[in-house]
């Protein structure tokens, strides 16, 4: 069963840094929702801090190759997996794609941490109803709506109004084995998984930090959520 709870003061937040996250920004946006709440906020490469840290984020931009590869390479993959068992951990970009088994773009092993395969948009032919042609990277805002499979709504989402747009910058998107995995979805041509999560773990393809208040609200619920 997950429940929202406060916290004590003194708690950390890690934002991994390996390397390849939009750092800055995701941290000022943690940050923004911290206030208040006791976490201290800390981009970090050292994994120790990562382990000791009470909850992670873990930021991805760029190819998902070279995101696996700088995570391997900067010694943080396996603090990264320790932390991921059982911390409360937010993916966010090409950070949630790393989760899953597999990714078709550079025929990429992930972590595994939520079973399913990244898959690239196939959309040639296809038109918006404008009658303009899907761009592919999709670049820009877009809703995304709930998905419960009979349960109730992920505890992240809080009070965040169904069919709430958030920035979306991707190519590619995340398809997970079991259905109940997808919190969150997005209709972009076809309907796609734009949230995932798995016990501590919740993720989106979108940027809540580039989300205005509705991103800061997933961050804020994420700090106040026991899973």
């Given at each position: ?15 991994v ?29 050292d ?5 000791s ?8 931009q ?10 391997r ?70 809703q995304?709506?709930?998905?419960n ?9 809080g009070?965040?109004?169904?069919g ?64």
């Open positions: 069963m997950n429940s929202v709870v406060h916290h004590d003061i003194g708690k950390k937040v890690a934002v840094d390996y390397g390849m996250g939009n750092l800055r920004s995701v941290s000022q946006a943690v940050q923004a929702a911290a206030t208040g709440t006791g976490f201290e906020v800390v981009i970090t490469r994994p120790e801090v990562v382990r840290a009470e909850r992670l984020v873990l930021p991805g760029g190819a998902m190759p070279d995101c696996m590869r700088e995570l390479d900067s010694g943080l993959l396996q603090s990264v997996l320790e932390a991921a068992a059982n911390k409360p951990l937010f993916g966010v970009c090409v950070g949630m794609q790393m989760l899953l088994d597999h990714s078709a773009e550079g025929d990429t092993p992930g972590l595994g941490l939520i079973h399913g395969q990244v898959v690239k948009f196939d959309l040639a032919g296809q038109k918006q109803p404008d009658g303009s042609r899907y761009k592919v990277p999709q670049m820009g805002w877009n995304v709506w709930r998905n499979h009979g349960a109730a709504p992920h505890l992240v989402w009070d965040v109004p169904d709430s747009y958030f920035y979306f910058v991707h190519s590619f998107y995340a398809k997970p084995s079991d259905l109940r995995h997808s919190v969150g979805e997005t209709v972009y041509g076809e309907r796609f998984s734009s949230a995932i999560a798995r016990d501590n773990i919740f993720a989106t393809q979108f940027h809540p930090e580039k989300s205005a208040e509705h991103g800061l609200s997933l961050y804020r619920n994420f700090l106040h959520w026991n899973p």
